[in-house]
């Protein structure tokens, strides 16, 4: 099992910034087994949709609706927590939705989710 823990939600004026950060934390083995991770977001209703993703060697993926304005990183130096973070610039209003942190392992294959934190941009 892997736990996803998310932090750094809140409200912010159009412009403005945050950092959301995620922790996945389980046993060794299963931590070494994910291979990507990223967020998501659902505005009300919205489908659920990407916002970025990275993978354990780095690479990055994101929508092209926050691309310039929003960057993903990992930090891998421990064994049993992968932190994952959403550097969120130039927020719009547009942006606000609940933002879920989310953990693929490749073997197997299955999807991990958070329980969400709500980002909210004013304008």
């Known amino acids: 099992q892997v736990q996803l823990v998310e932090s750094g939600g809140g409200l912010v004026q159009a412009g403005g910034s945050l950092r959301l950060s995620c922790a996945a934390s389980?046993?060794?083995?299963?931590?070494?087994?994910?291979?990507?991770m990223g967020w998501y977001r659902q505005a009300p209703g919205k489908q659920r949709e990407l916002v970025a993703t990275i993978t354990r060697g780095g690479q990055t993926d994101y929508a092209d609706s926050v691309k310039g304005r929003f960057t993903v990183s990992n930090d891998n130096a421990k064994n049993t927590v992968l932190l994952v973070y959403l550097q969120m610039n130039a927020l719009k209003p547009e942006d606000t939705a609940v933002y879920y942190c989310?953990?693929?392992?490749?073997?197997?294959?299955?999807?991990?989710w958070g329980s969400g934190t709500q980002v909210t941009v004013s304008s």
């Open positions: 989310n953990a693929v392992t490749i073997f197997p294959r299955y999807d991990y």
């Open positions: 389980g046993t060794i083995f299963r931590i070494n087994t994910i291979g990507t």
